[in-house]
C-alpha cells in the first residue's frame, strides 16, 4: 500500500492561520495530524490580550479534543495575567442548573487548570484568583503527575523537559 503526503492548509475560527502538518492517505482511510501545539499557543497567548479576545480564547480552548490535554499542562508554568480576571465557562457538568459557570482567574495557569478541569472531569484545587506562586507549582505539579501517567507517550509535551524519564 502506498503512502501520499500531502500538506493542507486552513484557517481557525479566530482567523488564525494553521498549517496541517500532513495528510497520510492509505486506501480509503484518511489520517489527518493537526498542529495541536501551535493552536493551544495561539489561545494561549489570546487570552492575555484583550478582554474579547480573552473570552474567544477560553471558547476555543473548551473545544479543544482530548489530544490536546497534555499541551494544555504543558503550558501551567506560564504565570502571565490575564486581559481580565473573570471567565465565563459553558458549564458541561451533568445537572448543572447555569449554562455558564462564572470564575475568576488572574494568571493563565489558573485559566488554564479550569479548562483542565472542564475536558478532563479531574479537578486539582487550586483558588482561583488567591493562589500563591507556591499553590499554583503545587497544582502545575499534580497536572503533570497526572498527565505522565494518562499520556506516557506525551511526557515531553506535559512538560517534563528531555530527560530519561521512566515509563510505567
Same mark, same amino acid.
Given at each position: 500500500?502506498?503512502?501520499?503526503? /500531502?500538506?493542507?492548509?486552513?484557517?481557525?475560527?479566530?482567523? /488564525?492561520?494553521? *498549517?496541517?502538518?500532513? &495528510?497520510?492517505?492509505?486506501?480509503?482511510?484518511?489520517?489527518?495530524?493537526?498542529?495541536? #501545539?501551535?493552536?493551544?499557543?495561539?489561545?494561549?497567548?489570546?487570552?492575555?490580550?484583550?478582554?474579547?479576545?480573552?473570552?474567544?480564547?477560553?471558547?476555543? /480552548?473548551?473545544? @479543544?479534543?482530548?489530544?490536546?490535554?497534555?499541551?494544555? *499542562?504543558?503550558?501551567?508554568? +506560564?504565570?502571565?495575567?490575564?486581559?481580565?480576571?473573570?471567565?465565563?465557562?459553558?458549564?458541561?457538568?451533568?445537572?448543572?442548573?447555569?449554562?455558564? &459557570?462564572?470564575?475568576?482567574? *488572574?494568571?493563565?495557569? +489558573?485559566?488554564?487548570? @479550569? *479548562? /483542565?478541569?472542564? @475536558?478532563?472531569?479531574?479537578?486539582?484545587?487550586?483558588?482561583?484568583?488567591?493562589?500563591?506562586?507556591?499553590?499554583? #507549582?503545587?497544582?502545575? +505539579? #499534580?497536572?503533570? +503527575?497526572?498527565?505522565?501517567?494518562?499520556?506516557?507517550?506525551?511526557?515531553?509535551?506535559?512538560?517534563?523537559?528531555? @530527560?530519561?524519564?521512566?515509563?510505567?
Amino acid at each position: 500500500m502506498k503512502k501520499f503526503v /500531502l500538506p493542507i492548509i486552513c484557517f481557525s475560527t479566530i482567523g /488564525l492561520l494553521i *498549517v496541517v502538518s500532513s &495528510a497520510i492517505f492509505m486506501g480509503k482511510q484518511v489520517f489527518i495530524h493537526r498542529d495541536v #501545539e501551535t493552536k493551544v499557543t495561539a489561545l494561549i497567548d489570546e487570552m492575555t490580550t484583550s478582554p474579547s479576545r480573552q473570552e474567544r480564547a477560553f471558547l476555543g /480552548l473548551q473545544e @479543544l479534543s482530548e489530544e490536546a490535554i497534555p499541551y494544555l *499542562v504543558g503550558h501551567l508554568d +506560564d504565570m502571565r495575567p490575564l486581559a481580565v480576571p473573570e471567565v465565563h465557562l459553558v458549564n458541561k457538568a451533568p445537572g448543572a442548573f447555569e449554562r455558564t &459557570a462564572h470564575y475568576g482567574p *488572574v494568571v493563565v495557569h +489558573d485559566g488554564l487548570s @479550569l *479548562v /483542565l478541569a472542564q @475536558l478532563t472531569k479531574r479537578h486539582v484545587i487550586v483558588g482561583y484568583g488567591v493562589s500563591t506562586r507556591q499553590d499554583r #507549582e503545587k497544582n502545575r +505539579d #499534580e497536572w503533570m +503527575d497526572w498527565c505522565k501517567l494518562t499520556y506516557p507517550a506525551k511526557i515531553k509535551e506535559c512538560g517534563f523537559p528531555d @530527560l530519561n524519564i521512566p515509563k510505567y
